[in-house]
């Protein structure tokens, strides 16, 4: 599968965004989704997965602010980010899987979108 992020920007605290994640191929619904970010120096961190059935899973730092969701019909899934912080500011990428996270590390997805950047200013 090929994975297209893109949704990235520049935003003042407290705003939003919502990134997309166009996926290539018939069976995307098949595909456990993840997002990952990555800012300079420092390894990419989970911050959200969604299974097959819908089943969602957050990073601490982002609960009851950001919501995953997926789009079967549309081969997409979304990263919606509300009440962004400064310390959100990262290359946001998203990610498949075909089986589910072990640990949600970087080791438990096969394929990788080219990532897009998110700045929060303050």
């Known amino acids: 599968v090929q994975l297209q992020a893109s949704g990235g920007g520049l935003v003042q605290a407290g705003g939003s965004l919502r990134l997309s994640c166009a996926a290539s191929g018939r069976t995307f619904s098949y595909y456990f989704m993840g997002w990952f970010r990555q800012t300079p120096g420092t390894e990419r961190e989970f911050v959200a997965d969604i299974s097959w059935t819908g089943s969602t899973y957050y990073t601490d730092s982002v609960k009851g602010r950001f919501t995953i969701s997926r789009d079967n019909a549309k081969n997409t899934v979304y990263l919606q980010m509300n009440s962004l912080k400064p310390e959100d500011t990262a290359v946001y990428y998203c990610?498949?899987?075909?089986?589910?996270?072990?640990?949600?590390?970087?080791?438990?997805?096969?394929?990788w979108g080219q990532g897009t950047l998110v700045t929060v200013s303050s």
């Open positions: 990610a498949a899987s075909l089986r589910a996270p072990a640990v949600r590390g970087v080791d438990d997805y096969d394929y």
